[in-house]
């Protein structure tokens, strides 16, 4: 069982950085590919970027290429989405999620485990 809790949301400048983070409980973190979605008011849940369980490979959604980083820290079991030059688009509430494998997947249905979310709003 693996525990997840995420922090570091909230309302932010259009253009503006924010780090989000996700804290998982259990031995064997590394063996979970960690990865982020998001859902935004009205739409589905999307997914945004993942990563290996060593760290090795990441991959990420079409439009926040280029603006948002996933990295994790497994001596801390900590996984981070760096989001840099936010729209308003990027508003969403924000969910860490885990795989029992270590392989990064963009499939929502192949996470084993959820956190709660955190709310992200920019303001334009």
């Known amino acids: 069982q693996v525990q997840l809790v995420e922090s570091g949301g909230g309302l932010v400048q259009t253009g503006g950085p924010v780090r989000l983070s996700c804290a998982a409980s259990?031995?064997?973190?590394?063996?979970?590919?960690m990865g982020w979605f998001r859902q935004a008011p009205g739409k589905e849940k999307e997914f945004v970027a993942s990563i290996s369980g060593r760290g090795g490979s990441t991959i990420y959604a079409d439009p926040v290429k280029g603006r948002f980083t996933i990295s994790r820290d497994n001596a801390k079991n900590t996984v981070y989405l760096h989001m840099n030059s936010l729209k308003p688009e990027d508003t969403a509430v924000y969910s860490c999620a885990a795989r029992g494998v270590r392989y990064y997947s963009t499939v929502e249905n192949q996470y084993d485990y959820w956190g709660q979310g955190t709310q992200v709003t920019v303001s334009s």
């Open positions: 259990g031995r064997t973190f590394s063996s979970n590919a």
